[in-house]
């Protein structure tokens, strides 16, 4: 049986408000029917984002302070609470169609981007893990990797349309660029990592990139077709 295609592009660097527009976007194509399901690879410049839950009090810096880091703030609509994306880690965002041909099961999914990080961790030895009250993916007490997302109700056709996804931490010193300005998804108890922290090894996000797509094509049943 044929695998479905999946579009999949890298961007070296992408502004938070372009790439939330452009799911959007990809988001209503997808449910006219008018292309095919992707996955974006990206990276940001320093943003936070504050997901449904909305806890402001977990961002730990003033106004003033957010300006001197050159730091942006976003409300937005995917689950969960705040977290730090920036350079230095990769986000994925994959807009699927779920429940369209196939069972619909919006908690297998979340569990599947997190077992897409934990097979490529395996790759280099590392043994991932999740945690039973929280979403994401942990090395140890060290969280590596942060999923949020949102299903999107099709209007045109049965199911949903996923939208967000992961942030997994690639280069070292992330703590510091970016998460010590926050209680990142209101955890207090867990501290986070980098895959290069992780392996003693370096790594552009790039490499990352590339390296996780043949996981994630195989996890979700998809044949990759690479965009420039």
């Not at 619909?104 to 790759?123: K, T």
Request: hydrophobic residues 35%; charged residues 20%; aromatic residues 10%.
């Amino acid at each position: 049986m044929n695998r479905r295609l999946l579009d999949v592009s890298y961007t070296p660097m992408m502004p938070y408000a372009e790439a939330w527009d452009l799911q959007k976007e990809i988001v209503a194509k997808l449910d006219a029917g008018e292309r095919r399901e992707a996955l974006l690879l990206l990276q940001h410049p320093p943003t936070y984002t504050i997901g449904s839950q909305r806890h402001p009090e977990h961002l730990l810096l003033t106004p003033k302070e957010l300006e001197q880091r050159g730091i942006t703030v976003f409300q937005i609509d995917r689950g969960g609470d705040i977290t730090y994306h920036g350079p230095g880690q990769l986000v994925g965002y994959p807009l699927l169609m779920l429940g369209y041909g196939k069972g619909l099961d919006l908690h297998g999914y979340l569990r599947s981007l997190e077992q897409v990080i934990i097979n490529y961790l395996a790759s280099f030895g590392i043994e991932g893990s999740r945690k039973s009250e929280y979403t994401g993916v942990w090395v140890g007490e060290l969280k590596i990797a942060a999923i949020g997302v949102k299903f999107n109700r099709c209007r045109q056709r049965k199911g949903f349309i996923t939208s967000h996804g992961f942030a997994f931490n690639i280069k070292s010193g992330i703590q510091q660029e970016g998460f010590s300005g926050i209680i990142p998804c209101g955890i207090q108890e867990y501290g986070v990592t980098s895959l290069e922290d992780c392996t003693g090894q370096s790594f552009t996000v790039k490499q990352v990139a590339q390296g996780i797509v043949p996981y994630f094509a195989e996890l979700f049943d998809y044949e990759p077709v690479l965009k420039e």
